[in-house]
């Protein structure tokens, strides 16, 4: 069984802080990674998807894949209390011929006002 | 509102019950899913429909069993359940899902089950 490995936390910033939420995967074919934020009792909801090594930034939300190392991480700039909830990350890989998305087990972010 | 719809929202069962779960996406997907989330360990995928066609079952026990009559809507049947299986739901659908495609999911509100 390929993994998805996060960091469960809870990981606690302050207001206005970056925070950063780290992913690593296993199955080295892998080519489509997602964050979803999942509040509490509620239902993940789509943050970033990035397919390409690198950067892709979309308003305070950063996502950096390097697929040499198998890593994926999330950057939150300027922290609200709102985006306190749980971040899982997600990866599409090779297995069962690339047509499988596997779920890490999230990170709890506290930000602290 | 993500045009999932799950129902029903809560659910109480014996384990001699038989129930359904409903989910109906309004999103013209072709893909629908059904997750297992159960505290603290990662959403586990049970079961994909791809153009109605069911292309995954992740080793599933039997007592629970999909039925997906066309792209909107999918069931979960349950019967003879355990109390282990008591978990959050989650319906989910995308477009369709192709080798190395990049197809995002959106998920329903779930179904918190509980079984007694």
């Known amino acids: 069984q390929k993994e998805v490995e996060q960091n469960s936390g809870p990981l606690s910033v302050p207001e206005g802080a970056i925070a950063s939420l780290n992913c690593t995967y296993s199955?080295?074919?892998?080519?489509?990674f997602f964050w979803y934020r999942q509040y509490s009792g509620k239902s993940p909801e789509l943050i970033m998807f990035i397919y390409s090594n690198g950067d892709k930034e979309d308003g305070r939300f950063t996502a950096q894949l390097n697929k040499a190392s198998q890593y994926v991480s999330l950057l939150i700039r300027d922290s609200q209390p709102s985006d306190s909830a749980t971040y899982l990350c997600a990866v599409k890989g090779e297995e069962t011929g690339g047509f499988k998305t596997i779920f890490g087990a999230g990170t709890r972010l506290f930000v602290k006002a | 509102e993500t045009g999932v719809t799950q129902t029903p929202r809560h659910l109480v069962m014996g384990m001699t019950n038989k129930k359904s779960l409903k989910c109906e996406q309004h999103?013209?997907?072709?893909?629908m899913y059904w997750y297992k989330q159960s505290a603290k360990k990662p959403l586990e995928l049970m079961f994909v429909y791809n153009f109605k066609e069911q292309t995954e079952n992740n080793s599933v026990p039997s007592r629970f069993s999909p039925e997906c009559p066309n792209s909107s809507h999918l069931f979960l049947h349950l019967h003879t359940l355990q109390p282990e299986d008591s978990a959050l739901y989650l319906c989910?659908?995308?477009?369709?899902?192709?080798?190395?495609?990049?197809?995002?999911?959106?998920f329903g509100p779930g179904t918190r089950l509980l079984v007694l």
């Open positions: 989910a659908s995308s477009q369709a899902v192709i080798a190395g495609g990049q197809e995002t999911q959106y």
């Open positions: 999103l013209g997907h072709n893909a």
């Open positions: 199955d080295r074919g892998s080519q489509s």
